[in-house]
């Protein structure tokens, strides 16, 4: 069984920086692409980034290219994601996902390509 639970969310000030962590179980990094997505109230889940096991294909969403990172520690088993520059539209649940796959495809843009989900860690930027 996998399980992904998600930790490192917070309230910060806008411009703050944030690491998300999500620690896996059940998956070996080598079969899985791993993403991130967030929701904030209102409004659909929103692809932020994804890669796949090796971290050599990587991927982020325009929104937060350039801020924000991810990353992994296999021997810690958990996936990463820096935060820096937070602006207040970053605020949301950040949810962390793997897909059953080898390669990263425009598909990991979306929710429903990926098996298995986190509870979410709450992420609050204030202004």
Known sequence: QVQLVESGGGLV???????????ASGLTFSSYVMG???????KKREFVSA??????S?????SVKGRFTISRD???NTVYL???NLKPEDTAV?????????????????SWAYDYWGQGTQVTVSS
């Open 36 to 42: 991130w997505f967030r929701q904030a109230p209102g």
């Open 58 to 62: 990587t991927y982020y969403a325009d």
């Open 94 to 110: 950040y949810y962390c996902a793997a897909d059953q796959d080898y390669g990263l495809g425009y598909r990991h843009t979306h």
């Open 82 to 84: 820096k935060a820096n």
């Open 51 to 56: 890669m796949t096991w090796s971290a050599g």
């Open 13 to 23: 000030q806008a411009g703050g920086s944030l690491r998300l962590s999500c620690a």
């Open 74 to 76: 296999n021997a810690k």
